[in-house]
């Protein structure tokens, strides 16, 4: 029944910085918790951060953590990533996805975009 749909993506040189949205359609977007992740090609799809109903708690992969921020509207439906001081290992599709679980790997979370795909240049 939600819709996700990711924006934002592009390809940026290493340091650059590039803000990722997630628009929600369906459903009570502020009921659930929301994440991001990612995937690089043959790797596994991974946590990158999620953030609480109503904003209040955020966590993060630890590779990220001061670089990158996620952060909500609710009045909006949205969910944002904001990603500063990209690195070439940040080279991935990014999913947005909603929550139906209290932990971080991709079977905690039922609903999901198809993704954005974010390039970072060396």
């Known amino acids: 029944q939600v819709q996700l749909v990711e924006s934002g993506g592009g390809l940026v040189q290493a340091g650059g910085s590039l803000r990722l949205s997630c628009a929600a359609s369906?459903?009570?977007?502020?009921?659930?918790?929301m994440g991001w992740f990612r995937q690089a090609p043959g790797k596994e799809r991974e946590f990158v951060a999620a953030?609480?109903?109503?904003?209040?708690?955020?966590y993060y992969k630890d590779s990220v953590k001061g670089r990158f921020t996620i952060s909500r509207d609710n009045a909006e439906n949205t969910v944002y990533l904001q990603m500063n001081s990209l690195k070439p290992e940040d080279t991935a599709v990014y999913y947005c996805a909603r929550s139906r679980g209290s932990g971080t790997s991709p079977a905690d979370f039922g609903s999901w975009g198809q993704g954005t795909q974010v390039t970072v240049s060396s």
């Open positions: 953030i609480s109903r109503s904003g209040g708690n955020t």
């Open positions: 369906g459903g009570t977007f502020s009921r659930y918790a």
